[in-house]
């Protein structure tokens, strides 16, 4: 099956406007903090949403607040698949097939690999689905 691990990614709620997003991923970046994954998405017409995975949790979460943003930590699972046709339904349908309700989940792929990155009502039981 994939490698599949526990992790934290930061959640940070920030002003829907243009160049706000820059701005937030420069404060990790002046940070010396590496990102492997973001996902970004408006709130409505004033409240936007980012999602960082970061190698440095702690160190991304600290620089984050220090600039005045508000962090949110949030425990997921960090699955390396294959980039290839197929490779993320087949970990939703093992965790579907055990049971574990995923409340959200998205993927970035680089040179063959993916990071898929999944939140579910519980974490241990999907671990335990994937190892």
């Known amino acids: 099956m994939a490698n599949v691990r526990k992790g934290k990614e930061c959640i940070i709620t920030l002003p829907n406007e243009r160049g706000a997003g820059a701005k937030l991923l420069e404060t990790v970046a002046k940070a ?40 949110q930590g949030s425990d997921v ?13 087949e970990i939703l349908k093992k965790l579907a097939d055990e049971g574990v309700d995923v409340e959200y989940c998205n993927a970035t792929a680089l040179e063959g690999r993916s990071l898929f990155v999944i939140k579910t009502k519980d974490n241990d039981k999907a671990l335990a689905a994937l190892s």
């Open 32 to 71: 010396g903090v590496n990102l492997n994954g973001i996902v970004g998405y408006e709130m409505g017409p004033n409240e936007a949403c980012i999602h960082v995975v970061a190698d440095d949790y702690d160190k991304a979460c600290s620089a984050i607040q220090n600039a005045g943003y508000s962090c």
């Open 77 to 89: 699972l960090l699955v390396d698949v294959p980039n290839a046709p197929g490779s993320c339904a």
